[in-house]
């Protein structure tokens, strides 16, 4: 089932300010007038490093509302209060997040979500709030309808039961005592237990300041949402909306439905998608020739330069893929970066991206163009030699190289020979390719590389 965003409920703010802060005195649980008052709400926040609320599908939310409901045990919620009065979220973003977006009834497309977004919500974003709404409002009920049962002159003893647990339920809050240092390593200790961040959005999430993944945020979003290059100047600001809105554009429109029953689909498959945040920081990272290392390597961007910098090298690639800039190849994405299936790969959209750079560096584009009809027949009826090298390198990533290498060698040879099966036969001779097979097994074919 598709998630639901609901990163806007909760606004995020950076919390790095001076002075410890403890929790006498501060009350140990939330209750639902917490959320329909003036006096927590409004000043409730999600750290600046916090990941995408976005991990929930309708399912889950309709379960936890289902649990606050019923009186369940809850896990308790985790917050820090700063000097100022805010209260960070710490742990448990997703859990308030379902619950107020009950309360407010916004899955995305609301007026907190309108907001904060813009005109940038898509139309796969509309389609999931509005499934998730109607769920809701059959399995549980609008929260309106149920806080206005006991007034109403026919009784309904569900929805009016349902109210009285809502008024005697709450979730417990445990604090977090000390700076903002603290309270931030308590965020990364907390969310390396059992359920643990996806690797590639920690990395985002500890490497925050970097611009390349400055970059990578900006371009998932459009230019929209939480602002992770608010420090920078007014014009600098602007430039990085700007140019992630174009990039964004070019990669996830138009809006991927599924199955497939159109030629007109993204380049980067679907935008509400685990796979959406590492595919874009490997964009940018290729097309910066930027290493896996970067965390280590790269030193915080102060004034948005860098990732202006990546940002533009990025626009360049995205421009020479597909799009409507006199340098485009027009890749059709149906032959690049899916399977006969109509599945996106994104390791597919890895390979292509290192072949592409590396025909810049080497001046082969008029190489690839003079054998390009024989290389994309190569590309749909021979796609499951990629999938058996990128087995035998065990991933993706670790194949790149690979991939790109045997590209070379199939421009080379269909240079010479433009019979794509002969071709083919004689790469496979070659002691560096001997093992590859044409003798595909079905598990191949439908392999997600």
């Not at 919390?15 to 007038?33: A, P, T, W």
């Not at 007109?264 to 590492?278: F, H, M, N, R, T």
Request: aromatic share 12%.
């Amino acid at each position: 089932m598709a998630k639901v965003n609901l990163d806007a409920i909760i606004p995020r703010e950076d919390f790095e300010v001076i002075g410890n802060q403890n929790s006498m005195n501060l009350f140990n649980s939330i209750s639902i007038s917490n959320f329909t008052g003036g006096f927590f709400y409004p000043f409730l926040r999600k750290p600046d490093f916090q990941r995408e609320t976005n991990e929930w599908d309708a399912k889950k939310i309709v379960e936890f509302i289902e649990s606050y409901i019923n009186g369940e045990l809850i896990p308790a919620i985790i917050l820090w209060r700063n000097n100022s009065g805010l209260y960070f979220v710490i742990d448990g973003a997703h859990r308030l997040s379902a619950l107020i977006s009950w309360i407010k009834d916004d899955y995305g497309d609301g007026e907190i979500s309108k907001k904060f977004y813009g005109d940038s919500i898509n139309d796969e974003h509309r389609e999931i709030a509005e499934k998730t709404r109607k769920l809701i409002n059959k399995k549980i009920g609008r929260y309106l309808d149920i806080i206005e049962a006991p007034n109403n002159e026919k009784p309904n003893e569900a929805l009016i039961q349902k109210a009285k647990n809502l008024g005697a339920y709450s979730i417990q809050v445990q604090w977090v005592d000390g700076d903002a240092k603290k309270a931030e390593k308590s965020f990364f200790k907390i969310n390396q237990q059992p359920s643990k961040i996806d690797p590639t959005e920690l990395k985002i999430l500890e490497s925050r300041k970097k611009g390349n993944c400055i970059a990578a945020r900006a371009i998932i979003r459009g230019g929209q949402g939480h602002k992770y290059w608010s420090d920078f100047s007014a014009e600098i600001q602007s430039e990085i909306q700007k140019l992630s809105k174009e990039i964004h554009e070019i990669i996830y429109n138009p809006t991927l439905k599924t199955p497939v029953k159109t030629l007109d689909i993204p380049l980067g498959g679907k935008l509400v998608s685990a796979q959406s945040l590492p595919l874009i920081l490997e964009f940018v990272n290729t097309t910066n020739n930027i290493g896996a290392n970067f965390s280590e390597i790269l030193n915080d961007d102060l004034d948005g330069s860098e990732t202006i910098k990546y940002l533009k090298n990025a626009r360049k690639l995205a421009w020479r893929i597909n799009s409507v800039h006199p340098s485009s190849l027009g890749l059709h994405p149906i032959v690049y970066f899916y399977s006969n299936e109509g599945k996106h790969k994104p390791a597919s959209f890895y390979f292509t991206l290192a072949f592409i750079k590396e025909l810049d560096k080497k001046n082969k584009y008029n190489d690839f163009i003079e054998v390009r009809e024989k290389f994309e027949e190569f590309l749909l009826s021979y796609d499951y030699l990629i999938q058996q090298m990128t087995r035998k390198y065990r991933g993706a990533y670790a194949a790149i190289p690979h991939v790109v290498e045997l590209y070379f060698e199939m421009m080379k040879k269909l240079k010479e020979n433009d019979n794509i099966n002969l071709v083919i036969e004689e790469i496979i001779k070659l002691p560096k390719y001997n093992h590859l097979t044409l003798s595909a097994t079905l598990d191949e074919k439908n392999i997600f590389s």
